[in-house]
């Protein structure tokens, strides 16, 4: 999520004591490495989709089995009293970082990630484009994940976050507004409650079947926005690619009205989410937003391929590529044009069947 600035370290304190109590009862089997497969990274899922051991944003969130064996965490998650979306211990080895990246899919467009400290030192560094910053055992803080970030485990121990997902309420954003104006001087704390039973509410519906014409017009004019900022683009690139995007929002609304979420209409939807990347892979190397990155991956991973999700369709019993009724991409190059758009393979696939990109148009066959 964008923020006003980097980084925020919110008034809550958290028992470090008896968050590190918790988590030694896992072995290191249970530690599932990262799902790109980064160096020394690994993560327990305690709030997940359908309380399974994955790495999913689509569904329902429930709690693992994991988060039920730790009474203290479920407090520190409940404390918040917000409508929690994935959450994990996250852990980084002695020597190894979380590399530089940026966080622009659409699970990120409106939800800001919670850090809290468990087991840290003094040098491990969280950078957040420009600004570093040591985040203490037991503080809470929040970042930009929009602009480019990387963690550096520079010490000889293992450090380990809690991390939670979630949107925020008026209330929280409050609270991180009163902190933009100040330096927290105090904070309150969250002491453990033996045998104290929380409820924590999940997501329980964070994607569409079929986006709505009012989310999908709402991404890309704010995609517009940040094109039309940018330095790097040409005024002449600027207004063809906010064109063709402004066309896909009419024709999708057109879609809407004929069809809603109805199956029939999945193959028109999908036709022209094609066409539209098929158009704007001709901006790849050309149009760019502020924080650097092609304008045509944030297409892609923000708003093209979250804007159809037929896999949650309640009966979801009719074979993909036979429903769209048109070619599909070719599955070496990710476009029909045969130029990759830069989808990462983890991101959900772009064509609508719920899978992962590596898993589906992005797989060599």
């Known amino acids: 999520m964008k923020l006003k600035r980097e980084f925020y370290r919110l008034p809550l304190q958290f028992d470090v004591a008896r968050m590190q109590q918790e988590i030694a009862q896992f072995t290191d089997a249970e530690w599932v490495p990262h799902h790109e497969n980064f160096a020394g990274n690994s993560a327990i899922p ?31 998650i409940a404390s918040f009293g917000e409508v929690i979306g994935r959450t994990r211990l996250m852990r980084l080895d002695s020597g190894c970082e979380v590399p530089l990246h940026s966080d622009i899919n659409h699970h990120w467009y409106k939800r800001v990630r919670v850090h809290i400290p468990i087991v840290t030192t003094e040098d491990v560094v969280f950078q957040c484009n420009d600004k570093r910053v040591h985040m203490a055992a037991g503080d809470c803080w929040i970042f930009d994940s929009w602009k480019f970030h990387k963690v550096e485990n520079n010490s000889d121990q293992t450090r380990i976050h809690l991390v939670v997902d979630f949107a925020g309420s008026s209330r929280f954003w409050a609270m991180v507004e009163q902190m933009d104006e100040q330096i ?42 940040d094109v039309q900022s940018c330095q790097l683009n040409t005024t002449p690139i600027k207004a063809s690619f906010s064109q063709l995007l402004k066309g896909f929002v009419a024709d999708w609304r057109e879609l809407w009205f004929l069809y809603g979420e109805e199956n029939t209409g999945w193959p028109l939807f999908h036709h022209l989410r094609d066409e539209t990347l098929k158009q704007a892979s001709q901006y790849d190397k050309e149009v760019f937003i502020s924080n650097g990155t092609s304008a045509v991956k944030i297409l892609a991973q923000l708003i093209i391929g979250p804007s159809m999700n037929v896999a949650l369709a309640p009966q979801h019993t009719i074979s993909i590529e036979k429903s769209m009724g048109t070619p599909l ?14 989808l990462t393979r983890n991101s959900p696939c772009y064509c609508g069947s719920g899978d992962k990109y590596k898993n589906c148009h992005g797989k060599i066959t």
Not at 51 to 59: A, P, S, V
Not at 187 to 216: C, D, L, W
């Open 184 to 225: 927290a001087t105090s904070a309150k704390f969250t002491h453990y409650q033996p045998q104290h039973t929380v409820n924590i509410r999940t997501e329980k519906h964070n994607y569409q079947i079929i986006m709505s014409p009012g989310e999908v017009e709402l991404l890309v004019n704010d995609l517009v926005a």
């Open 329 to 342: 991409p070719d599955k070496r190059s990710g476009t029909t044009t045969g130029i990759p758009i830069g």
């Open 46 to 76: 305690l709030i997940s989709v359908n309380g399974e051991f994955n790495n999913d944003f689509k569904g329902a969130m429930l709690p693992t089995s994991a988060l039920l064996r730790c009474e203290y965490l479920q407090q520190v």
